[in-house]
């Protein structure tokens, strides 16, 4: 019986192994790394401090070129932070499949991968006051900050 019970233990734990290899596979884009201090410090004044994961190292570098005409914005640091940032960015940037290719304007919010998980968010959802952009994560994602989009966290408000 003991055996029994043991062997089943095992199988149950081998299952859920691979069902987090899969996932971590699934999701690569979802994986967390400790955050910069220098990159919640100075790009998240204006948006969250989006994770590193979900755009390619080219997209990243691109950003980091232009902050001094941001996405209509002036985000424009001193040199050495850019640098510090840019490294960093550089390290853990995406490398997976879904990942590896630049999007349109290096927005997360156009990669194949983003637009797939939100089909279901109807296009004029993003811009209610409460929301205004798909690029505003926390609005709907209440882990974002934390890097946690998991979709159980989910809530779009009115
Ligand atoms: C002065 C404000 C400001 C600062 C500081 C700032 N950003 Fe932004 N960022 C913006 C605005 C505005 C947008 C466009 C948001 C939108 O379309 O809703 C944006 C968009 C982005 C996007 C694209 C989001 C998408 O649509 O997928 C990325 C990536 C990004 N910022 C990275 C950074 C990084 C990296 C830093 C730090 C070096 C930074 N931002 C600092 C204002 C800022
Ligand atoms: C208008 C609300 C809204 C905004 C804004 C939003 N999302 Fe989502 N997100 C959703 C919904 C709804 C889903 C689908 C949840 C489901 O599958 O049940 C989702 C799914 C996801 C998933 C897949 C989760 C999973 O477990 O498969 C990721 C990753 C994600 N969003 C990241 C982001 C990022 C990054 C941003 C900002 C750049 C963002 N989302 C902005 C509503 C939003």
């Not at 005409?69 to 960015?89: E, K, P, R």
């Not at 550089?90 to 999007?103: D, L, Q, S």
Request: glycine content about 6%.
């Amino acid at each position: 019986m003991r055996g029994v019970l043991r062997n089943a233990l095992l199988m149950m734990a081998g299952c859920a192994a691979l069902a987090a290899a899969a996932s971590a596979d699934e999701h690569e884009h979802r994986a967390r790394v400790p955050m910069l201090k220098a990159y919640v410090q100075e790009c998240s004044g204006c948006h969250i401090a989006f994770p590193p994961r979900m755009l390619p190292a080219a997209s990243w570098q691109r950003v980091m070129a232009g902050l001094a005409t941001h996405y209509g914005s002036d985000a424009s640091l001193d040199t050495a932070t850019v640098n510090q940032i840019s490294v960093w960015l550089n390290a853990n940037a995406g490398t997976g499949r879904r990942v590896r290719e630049a999007p349109p304007e290096d927005r997360i919010t156009r990669s194949d991968w983003f637009l797939r998980k939100h089909h279901e968010v109807a296009p004029g959802v993003f811009l209610r006051p409460s929301i205004r952009s798909a690029a505003n994560c926390a609005a709907c994602h209440a882990g974002a900050e934390r890097g946690d989009y998991d979709d159980d966290g989910v809530r779009i408000p009115r």
